[in-house]
Nanobody, 112 residues
Framework: QVQVVESGGGSVQSGGSLRLSCAAS????????MNWYRQAPGKEREVVAT???????HYVESVEGRFTISRDNAKNTVYLQMNNLEPEDTAVYYC??????WGQGTQVTVSF
């Protein structure tokens, strides 16, 4: 399986923005599609954004209009632009598809 490395997390205040990156190694897996997940403390992991092989995107309702998923096939990288962040967005964010392993994730912390 292909490994992924997530980066770009950090600590921001409510209303701030972050751009997460997911770099896949060894194969052109991002062209098949990719999901961004997040897991908050004490909660189950959930899918927040998906980009499909044909560039269609889907978002969980709680991030619709604030988050944007995109990819660069040449760089084998997927991005998650997160705007107008809310404290409820605090979580560890992961990227994965059916061809990759789970990465270590990147922590996003949003304070009031």
């Amino acid at each position: 399986q292909v490994q992924v490395v997530e980066s770009g997390g950090g600590s921001v205040q409510s209303g701030g923005s972050l751009r997460l990156s997911c770099a896949a190694s060894g194969s052109s897996v991002v062209s098949y599609g990719m999901n961004w997940y997040r897991q908050a403390p004490g909660k189950e992991r959930e899918v927040v954004a998906t980009i499909m092989h044909d560039d269609r995107t889907h978002y969980v309702e709680s991030v619709e209009g604030r988050f944007t998923i995109s990819r660069d096939n040449a760089k084998n990288t997927v991005y998650l632009q997160m705007n107008n962040l809310e404290p409820e967005d605090t979580a560890v964010y992961y990227c994965k598809n059916g061809l990759t392993t789970w990465g270590q994730g990147t922590q996003v912390t949003v304070s009031f």
